[in-house]
């Protein structure tokens, strides 16, 4: 059993040509995966509205404004304006228009939400779509709906979204280089086992006295 588990593992060989094999084996598919899947991603851009909010007062001090972004309130007026439904039910769901609340569970996972560092009162609403103005368009109706939601003077739209140049996702020349160091530590690792037990494998040959390769010519008497 053991001489044809070597065999079929091509294990008899040396343990250098089984390291060089196996470790040449995982680097072109961990390699080849990661490349192949890269390209296949659609790409995403990314559009970003900044509004201005007075923390100072009082009345709305303290408020998770973050929260109040992604509410049924700001969010569901969005859906309506851009016409959301029908525009993704078209895109998402072969024709069939989404309701309200499937558009929001597709619309807030494109939502990435932050204060402006240094500023003290801006935030950025950034959103992705695989549509530029998509992108831009998003961007700009939330900064307006959540404007129009708060008191006017305690929001200002200080940058409207555009639409971007470039897409930001997948980042192709990142992802080729963790493709990379990922299939030489899978590779190392995995040309180091197979060559650990190809090593095992002829120690136990040699120890019940199977010759090292099947078939090889018996030594003369």
């Not at 040509?17 to 995403?44: H, M, N």
């Not at 980042?171 to 197979?194: D, H, Q, W, Y």
């Amino acid at each position: 059993m053991l001489d044809r588990i070597g065999s079929l593992l091509l294990l008899r060989s040396k343990p250098r040509s089984v390291f060089f094999a196996v470790a040449a084996i995982v680097f072109l598919l961990v390699v080849g995966t990661c490349t192949l899947t890269t390209f296949l991603l659609p790409d995403t851009y990314a559009s970003t509205a900044r509004l201005k909010v007075d923390w100072t007062v009082n009345d709305w001090a303290g408020q998770k404004e973050f929260e109040a972004i992604q509410s049924d309130a700001v969010l569901d007026k969005v859906i309506g304006d851009l016409d959301l439904n029908q525009t993704w039910g078209r895109r998402y769901a072969r024709g069939v228009p989404l309701t309200t609340a499937q558009t929001k569970a597709l619309l807030k996972p494109r939502l990435d939400l932050r204060p402006v560092r240094g500023t003290g009162s801006l935030i950025e609403i950034r959103v992705f779509s695989e549509d530029r103005n998509e992108a831009a368009a998003l961007a700009n109706a939330i900064a307006l709906s959540y404007r129009e939601y708060r008191p006017l003077s305690l929001v200002e739209l200080v940058d409207k979204g555009v639409p971007g140049l470039r897409p930001v996702r997948p980042n192709k020349p990142l992802n080729i280089v963790l493709g990379l160091v990922g299939g030489i530590l899978f590779a190392s690792v995995a040309g180091i086992a197979m060559g650990g037990l190809a090593t095992w494998i002829r120690k136990r040959s040699a120890g019940t006295g199977t010759p090292p390769r099947s078939g090889a010519a018996p030594n003369p008497s």
